[in-house]
């Protein structure tokens, strides 16, 4: 047998031009921002003087969502005997391999007596690996996704969301859009007479990413160490119940269509100006993924209230994922004897208002082709209310403990 590199999976060239076309509209509307003089400081900078929000920040899956890749950032095994994803074609299969220059995925393709391969680097993670993570390699100044993710539910490595098994795809463009939502900043830059991506980026979500970029507020209390109230920097919580949500829903409110460029948006502004979002309709319930905005605005809860918000139960500075805490957040406007259902069912039961009116449930947009079942990612659905079926099904769990 004899390894060559192969020419089967370079890209058509259809999709190369449409990535330099979408690019270079990207980058020609940058440049016609005006010049700013606040600058992104990183979160570091914030920890002098906020000590304890960063140091609980830094463990978020917001801040994780992006890292560059190694043995930490990457939670998929490299150990020989869990490195191989095969797939339903005997003739295809990945191997994730750490050499000297870094983590490596190569694909396999059998072809009679011969072995074509194709390799790439692991350079960028995206994802924390609270469900999953998918990864990226650099090419030409561009970003394209490795075929193979790593699946946290199974604990192993998997075709990516959205790809075929059996098939070797490398070519999948990673847009704007996508690092918009999972890093702090990217800029698209003219080289020669390409377009390409600064390799001066900032990777994770930063602090300033929700609170405007921060270089001005830095510098006025590093001078002014006596002044109480904060300066030149913003606080969300200050924002209008509907700015509130536009900060959020920049991520979490589904696919939308551009309007201005990504990464122009700045937090307190009408993100209906940036993007186009899909309008929220009774009967036609959005899916569970990224759509938390969405789901939410279709709750009584949030319809009766003033000023429900994400905030109402999130601090984003840390992480929660204690279901019972959260459901001390209902409590702020209910009480237990409103709910017939937990009032009978008696104190074991009465932590339990997330899983009765908050389910867990399947996403149609993230699934994974693994040769055998297909896998569904699941997402606590945000429009509160009231599933009979649900409702059933928790109080025969619980009763049988
Ligand atoms: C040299 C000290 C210092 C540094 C560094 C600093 N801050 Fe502050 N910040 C303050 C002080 C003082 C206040 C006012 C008291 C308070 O709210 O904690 C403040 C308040 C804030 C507020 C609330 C503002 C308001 O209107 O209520 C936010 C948000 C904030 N800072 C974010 C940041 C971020 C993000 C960074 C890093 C980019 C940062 N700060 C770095 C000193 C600092
Ligand atoms: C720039 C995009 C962006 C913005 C803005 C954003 N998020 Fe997120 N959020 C994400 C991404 C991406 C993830 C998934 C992170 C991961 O696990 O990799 C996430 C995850 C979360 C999670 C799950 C965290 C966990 O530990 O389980 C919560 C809760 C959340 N976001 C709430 C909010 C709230 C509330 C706001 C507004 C104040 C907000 N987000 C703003 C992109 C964003
Ligand atoms: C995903 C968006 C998001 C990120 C990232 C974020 N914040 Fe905030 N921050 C908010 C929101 C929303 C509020 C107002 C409501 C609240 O307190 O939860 C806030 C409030 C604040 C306040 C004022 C109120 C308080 O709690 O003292 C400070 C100071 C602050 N943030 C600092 C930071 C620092 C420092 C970081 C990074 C280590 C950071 N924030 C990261 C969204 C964010
Ligand atoms: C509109 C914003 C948005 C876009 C665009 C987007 N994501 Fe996400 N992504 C999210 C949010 C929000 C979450 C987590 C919460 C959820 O799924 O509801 C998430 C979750 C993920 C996760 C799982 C993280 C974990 O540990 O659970 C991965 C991996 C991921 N995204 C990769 C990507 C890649 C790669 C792209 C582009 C090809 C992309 N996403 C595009 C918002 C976005
Ligand atoms: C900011 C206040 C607020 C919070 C927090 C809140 N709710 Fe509500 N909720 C309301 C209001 C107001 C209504 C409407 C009451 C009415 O119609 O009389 C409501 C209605 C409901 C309903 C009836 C829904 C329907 O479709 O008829 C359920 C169930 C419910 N809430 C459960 C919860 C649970 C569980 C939580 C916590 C996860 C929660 N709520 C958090 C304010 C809130
Ligand atoms: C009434 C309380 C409440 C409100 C309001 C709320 N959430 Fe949540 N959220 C929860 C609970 C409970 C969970 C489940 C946490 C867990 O399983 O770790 C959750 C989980 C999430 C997750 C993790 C994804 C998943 O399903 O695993 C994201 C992202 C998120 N919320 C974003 C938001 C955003 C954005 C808003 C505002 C539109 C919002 N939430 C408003 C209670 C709330
Ligand atoms: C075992 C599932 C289950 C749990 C746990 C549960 N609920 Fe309910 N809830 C229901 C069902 C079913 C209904 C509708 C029938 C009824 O009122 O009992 C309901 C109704 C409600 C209503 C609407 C009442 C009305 O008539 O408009 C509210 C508000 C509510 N629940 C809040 C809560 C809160 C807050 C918790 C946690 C303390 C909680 N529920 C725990 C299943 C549950």
């Known amino acids: 047998m004899t390894f060559k590199p192969s020419n089967l999976f370079r890209y058509p060239s259809s999709v190369v031009v449409s990535i330099f076309g979408f690019l270079f509209v990207f980058s020609l509307a940058q440049a016609e921002e005006p010049e700013q003089r606040v600058f992104f400081a990183g979160t570091q900078s914030c920890r002098a003087c906020h000590q304890e929000i960063v140091e609980t920040y830094v463990q978020t899956a917001h801040f994780e969502t992006s890292q560059l890749a190694d043995e930490h950032s990457i939670q998929g095994s490299f150990a020989s005997g869990s490195n191989t994803l095969k797939t339903g074609n005997p003739n295809v299969y ?29 350079d960028l993670v995206m994802g924390s690996g609270r469900k999953g993570q998918s990864y990226l390699y650099w090419k030409d100044g561009l970003l394209f996704q490795l075929p193979v993710s790593y699946l946290v539910a199974s604990g192993k490595w998997t075709n990516s969301p959205g790809m075929i098994d059996g098939q070797i795809v490398f070519d999948r463009f990673i847009s704007p859009r996508c690092l918009e939502c999972h890093t702090t900043l990217f800029r698209a830059e003219i080289k020669g007479s390409k377009a390409r991506y600064s390799s001066r980026f900032l990777i994770g979500l930063s602090c300033e990413k929700c609170h405007g970029a921060g270089s001005a507020h830095v510098d006025f209390h590093k001078k002014d160490l006596q002044e109480t109230e904060g ?28 309007i201005k ?132 099904q928790v109080l025969q769990r619980l009763m049988q403990k």
């Open 94 to 122: 990945f191997r994730m391999e750490k050499r000297q220059d870094g983590f490596h995925q190569t694909a396999y393709r059998n072809e009679q007596s011969t072995i074509r391969s194709r390799r790439e680097r692991f």
């Open 231 to 258: 300066r030149s920097i913003l606080n969300p919580d200050h924002f209008p119940r509907e700015r509130k949500l536009d900060q959020c829903a920049l991520c979490h409110s589904g696919a939308a269509k551009p």
């Open 261 to 392: 460029p990504p990464f122009s948006y700045r937090p307190g502004e009408p993100l209906s100006e940036y993007l186009e979002i899909e309008p929220v309709r009774e009967g036609s319930r959005p899916d569970v993924h990224a759509n938390q905005v969405g789901l939410l605005r279709l709750s009584r809860c949030f319809t009766a209230s003033d000023d429900m918000s994400c905030s109402t139960c999130h601090n984003v500075h840390t992480e929660q994922r204690n279901l019972s805490e959260l459901a001390q957040k209902c409590m702020q406007c209910h009480r237990t004897q409103e709910c017939g259902t937990a009032t009978k069912a008696g104190v074991s039961v009465q932590g339990e208002c997330i899983e009765c009116h908050m389910p867990n449930e399947k996403s149609n947009l993230i699934t994974i082709d693994s040769g055998e079942e297909a896998f569904f990612e699941s997402y606590r659905n945000h429009t509160i209310a009231v599933y009979p079926d649900v409702a059933d």
